[in-house]
């Protein structure tokens, strides 16, 4: 087994009819002590600013930051199935990240579908079950380990799927119900325009289910 790898998470009932948000989660570079979310967890926060039903998936550093993090997240209202990764920090995202650092520090330690990946990917599966929306956030930071399994999740659910992508990963995402190429600082207006866009073409959805 991966060393790395800390198998024994309890299972997490997420709301029912939650927006299920799921990938790479990240923090902006900041001069001080703050922690300011990205990727993931900054449109977690921003369904939780819409008055949604919000749950995250995905990975942190266990360090301050990730706890740091998780506790905006959690006092936010998002229902919370973050595992923290040891030996490893959270990832920064923006210009002032070192350069000279290893790229393996910064993106997530493992590759292919590895145990971690596998678990994202089964925490997804059950987490779709009581879904009415999936949001993908995929930046290339190693979280995905097979996108076409995390979107066939949600068809098997029959509920939509908006992939916010880094140009590099849109092929993965090809069968989603939406793809957007967007960086890891995505606007509350094009999420909540992408969420509408979801509803218009999805004919089993509710009038108002995304957008209140």
């Known amino acids: 087994m991966n060393r790395l790898f800390s198998p024994n998470v309890d299972a997490v009932d997420h709301p029912a009819g939650h927006v299920l948000v799921v990938g790479d989660i990240a923090v902006m570079p900041a001069t001080n002590a703050a922690v300011i979310p990205a990727v993931a967890a900054q449109v977690a926060l921003l369904l939780k600013s819409f008055d949604q039903y919000c749950s995250l998936i995905g990975f942190v550093g266990d360090d301050d930051t990730g706890a740091i993090l998780q506790g905006q997240l959690r006092n936010a209202g998002v229902s919370l199935d973050v595992l923290p990764v040891t030996d490893w920090s959270s990832y920064i995202v923006g210009p002032e990240v070192d350069p000279d650092q290893p790229e393996q520090q910064r993106v997530l330690p493992f590759n292919g579908m590895s145990e971690y990946q596998a678990h994202l990917q089964n925490r997804v599966e059950r987490a779709v079950r009581n ?38 990963q849109r092929q993965g995402y090809a069968k989603a119900t939406q793809v957007i190429s967007v960086g890891p600082q995505i606007g509350a207006e094009l999420l909540r325009q992408q969420l509408a866009h979801l509803q218009s073409i999805d004919d089993d959805s509710n009038p108002g289910q995304f957008t209140r």
Do not use: E, H, T, W
Request: aromatic letters at 6%; charged letters at 15%.
């Open 131 to 168: 879904a009415r929306a999936l949001v993908i956030v995929d930046q290339g930071f190693g979280s995905m380990g097979d996108p076409r399994a995390v979107v066939f999740a949600a068809k098997q659910m029959n509920i939509p799927s908006l992939a916010l992508c880094a140009a590099s």
